[in-house]
Each structure stands twice: as C-alpha cells, then as structure tokens.
C-alpha cells in the first residue's frame, strides 16, 4: 500500500533525526523543510535561464527547460495563435534510484 506524503515527510523526519542526531524530531522536520525551501527558491531565481542545472550527487538532478512556443491552427475558425513559451523543471534520478527505477522482469 502507497504512503501518504505526510507518512513521507515523517520518515525522512525520522532519518534525518538519526543521522545528524538530533534531539528532537521537531527539528528534522524543520530542517527538511528548509532544505527544500532553499532547492524552490534556487530553481525560482534561475527559471528564466534555459539549461540550468541544480546536481545533487548521488540523489538526482534538477534541469530547467523551455520548450519555444507553437503556432496552432484553431479548429473550425481556422486562425492561427501562438501558444507562449513553456518553462519546465525535469527531475532525472542518480544513483541507486536510477538504478532501482530501471524494474527487472
């Protein structure tokens, strides 16, 4: 059965406490999500520039792409409009979660 996210947020709570030993679980969370304020302010800051990318070694990396816009013809009208250019932040998974994503038959 599935996890909840706040079952999520309470596990890797729970890992962050053991690994940097603090002494309350409070604190994990805190940190958590500030850790992850910072990654969102960092993609929001460099969203208009194409290509960027924020590499987390062994975990994945965050790449901001812009697809340019398209010229659509509408339906029955037949005018033509352009659809605005499109920003997009792609997640590739690194190391063992690449590996485990890749499902052995």
Do not use: W
């Not at 969370?29 to 800051?45: G, R």
């Not at 208009?48 to 965050?62: H, P, Q, S, V």
């Not at 009208?77 to 485990?100: A, I």
Request: net charge positive; charged share 30%.
């Amino acid at each position: 059965m599935a996890k909840s996210s706040k079952e999520g947020r309470e596990e890797l709570a729970l890992r962050i406490q053991a690994a940097l030993n603090l002494a309350t679980k409070k604190e994990a969370a805190y940190l958590a999500n500030v850790l992850v304020s910072c990654l969102e302010d960092t993609l929001v800051q460099h969203l208009a520039e194409g290509g960027f990318c924020l590499k987390l070694n062994g975990f994945g990396k965050f790449v901001v792409r812009h697809s340019p816009p398209i010229r659509r013809r509408i339906g029955f009208s037949g005018e033509m409009c352009d659809l605005p250019l499109r920003r997009t932040v792609k997640f590739t998974g690194l190391g063992k979660l690449r590996e485990l994503e890749r499902a052995k038959d």
